[in-house]
């Protein structure tokens, strides 16, 4: 399978090591194991015992039980454990969902601007990609109308983030309605990559909270600071959707790291603390990118 230039990453990988001062960072300034054993309180002897003791065998193969708990606590009464399946970070995420639900001749919405995966690979798989473009007079939100006029009865999927990736635009529960409605008047299934949900002041719902067909991806990177340990994840409500997945993830991720899942599920049980945490490092510094910005040409 042939797919174009992953062009965030062609230009910013071979950056990121030599840069100064690096703009084009995605994630909130990494948390240690030190700061996060302080912020959880978690018994640093029970976590050394467990780093020194454990076999490096594969990890659980569904995900760790305590993870999978952990994320659908940051969900509605709609998720569980058992509709979580755990990943290789959320690139991996997204990439076994695309792989796994679409086929050649599919139709794919796929809102824009949003992270490349979303659009480039549906298009790699020979499926029709229709995109759907946010404009900045509607505050980069999906415009309903704009939205009808794209999907149809073939359409498989419509894919987006939330908040978006990169205009940080997050729609809540009343505006995704009609999104979800559209939807479901037409079979579709939608993927929200939910991989900065959490960083705004209103911590929205998940679109698995709102729509059976909903399948919703997030990772441990952006917001929560350990892109160093690669977890990410899909949670996915219809039971013939998490099937399929769960068959393509096999050939994609087995499992994950037996100390990384732990790690995340630490701090996900702290979910509150690890987003405060976020958030007092994220405001004022984007209000000193704000105004700096707004001196360049």
């Not at 995900?63 to 606590?73: D, N, Q, S, V, Y």
């Not at 929205?204 to 160093?228: C, F, H, N, Q, R």
């Amino acid at each position: 399978m042939r797919i174009k230039d992953f062009k965030v990453e062609k230009w910013l990988n071979p950056r990121d090591a030599d840069c100064k001062y690096n703009l084009g960072a995605s994630c909130v300034k990494a948390i240690s194991i030190d700061e996060l054993l302080e912020l959880s309180g978690e018994d640093r002897e029970a976590l050394n015992r467990y780093f020194f003791e454990t076999h490096l065998h594969y990890g659980a193969f569904f995900g760790l039980p305590r993870l999978k708990e952990a994320i659908t606590a940051t969900c509605g009464e709609e998720a569980s454990a058992a509709m979580v399946l755990t990943m290789h970070g959320g690139t991996g995420a997204n990439s076994t969902v695309i792989t796994g639900m679409l086929e050649t001749g599919d139709n794919v919405v796929a809102v824009t601007p949003n992270y490349q995966q979303h659009y480039a690979i549906p298009e790699a798989l020979g499926s029709e990609v229709r995109l759907l473009h946010l404009e900045k007079e509607e505050a980069y939100k999906i415009n309903p109308g704009r939205l009808t006029k794209l999907v149809d009865k073939r359409t498989k999927l419509i894919t987006l983030t939330n908040p978006n990736n990169p205009t940080g635009a997050y729609m809540d529960a009343d505006e995704l309605a009609p999104v979800v409605e559209i939807a479901r008047q037409n079979g579709a299934y939608i993927l929200c990559d939910e991989i900065y949900r959490g960083l705004a002041d209103e911590y929205m719902p998940s679109i698995v909270d709102l729509y059976e067909k909903g399948i919703a991806t997030g990772s441990m990177s952006k917001v929560y600071s350990m892109a160093g340990t690669r977890v990410g994840w899909a949670i996915v409500r219809e039971p013939e959707a998490y099937d399929i997945l769960e068959n393509r993830r096999s050939y994609d991720t087995i499992c994950n790291g037996v100390f990384d899942e732990l790690i995340a599920a630490i701090a996900l049980e702290n979910n509150e603390k690890m987003l405060a945490r976020a958030r007092s490092i994220v405001r004022p510094h984007k209000k000193i990118v704000g105004e700096w910005l707004a001196e360049q040409p």
